[in-house]
């Protein structure tokens, strides 16, 4: 094995390539924003005057990406005192976005395209930082020897969908408690239905950025990053921010409740609990169609491992609690579990009101 990780290195060098130095594992994900605008917040069932959640923007309010390392807090992310501030647009043809899952979903493909150029084909373990399960990505061994480009080209590819299949796990682990800020249970977020198209346009726009230069350190994918998301705004036809605010409106009583508020689960009333590999923008018909290849994911193995929170899952079958790990073939089926639930909760309040 170590013969084999040699050869790649000696013969990377002998081609005058040398293997980028990647950033460390992304931490966390960027605070962003439930579906609506202006949403009003509330702290122990206590409505807090004077404060509102303001996640739309126009596109030049987006500043530079930047490598999540964590270092975005809420206020500066939401409030703009950072080089990077995210939220919600809606354009002609890609219908609404989530600029935080695009960035998020972007750096962990970097960050993976990284670790499996560096390790693809040899029996190597991704431990990243808890999401209510334990996350880990397996590396298979394999007898293939890779051409550069092949590596590449596959790395490439497995990245893009690993950080997809990473993205679906966070909405699912959303809608079971999951907290990225301490005592702030996020149900509000959990299958927005923005969200997923969101992460899989990140996944092909790092993708689109790796392919053109391979050897990008953190700094210049951040910098190509922020070019690309621009650019794919301005191709999609995102409009101003006045604009998207109307949009957003006309989905008051659809997709979400204005009377409602944060961090009240039902805030948003629509969700989009398909987890596929190939999307397009939720409620538009006849929009731009994306989707993420599903041809080397024999290669890795996204595994949820169980610890201390396994009786955040409490409630679902015993046949799914009783395996000995999750993978993405689990999840459609945890989601389905998830929608069921919702269904029946709102089905009680509206019978409850009439």
């Known amino acids: 094995m170590k013969s084999k990780i040699a050869s790649i290195v000696i013969s990377s060098l002998l081609c005058g390539v040398s293997l980028p130095a990647f950033a460390d594992a992304p931490v966390g994900v960027r605070p962003c924003c439930a579906f609506g605008t202006n949403l009003q917040t509330e702290v122990g069932g206590i409505p807090v005057p004077f404060v509102s959640v303001e996640n739309v923007m126009n596109i030049e309010d987006l500043g530079d990406h930047i490598y999540n390392d964590g270092s975005q807090g809420v206020a500066s992310s939401l409030m703009g005192f950072g080089d990077e501030s995210n939220g919600i647009f809606y354009s002609e043809k890609g219908g609404f976005l989530d600029s935080a899952h695009i960035r998020d979903t972007a750096d962990f493909t970097y960050y993976l395209y990284g670790e499996f150029y560096k390790h693809l084909g040899t029996d190597f373990k991704v431990t990243l930082s808890p999401e209510l399960k334990t996350r880990i990505i397996q590396l298979h061994s394999t007898s293939k020897e890779y051409t550069q480009a092949e590596r590449q080209k596959i790395s490439i590819e497995l ?65 190509a990053m922020t070019k690309a ?7 999609l036809g995102v409009g101003t921010k006045e604009e998207s605010k109307a949009q957003i409106k ?19 009333i629509h969700r989009e609990y398909h987890l596929g590999t190939d999307l397009q923008p939720n409620g538009f018909k006849g929009e731009t169609k994306e989707s993420v290849s599903t041809e080397y994911e024999a290669l890795a193995t996204f595994m949820l491992m169980p610890n201390k929170n396994d009786k955040d899952f409490s409630a679902l079958p015993d046949l799914l609690k009783n395996k000995p790990y999750w993978t993405p073939s689990d999840f459609q089926q945890i989601a389905d579990f998830a929608k069921a639930h919702d269904d029946k909760e709102l089905a009680e309040k509206i019978t409850f009101i009439n």
């Open 250 to 268: 006309k989905m008051d009583g659809v997709w979400w409740d204005s009377s409602k508020r944060l961090p009240n689960k039902w805030v948003v």
């Open 229 to 235: 998301i621009k650019a794919k705004f301005i191709e």
């Open 159 to 223: 990245a893009a969908l690993t950080s997809y299949r990473l993205a679906q796990w966070h909405e699912i682990a959303q809608w079971f408690g999951m907290e990225s800020v301490g005592g702030f249970k996020e149900y509000a977020s959990a299958f927005s239905p923005e969200d997923l198209y969101s992460n899989m346009l990140g996944a092909l726009l790092a993708s689109d950025v790796i392919n053109a230069n391979p050897n990008l350190d953190k700094d210049a994918f951040s910098t």
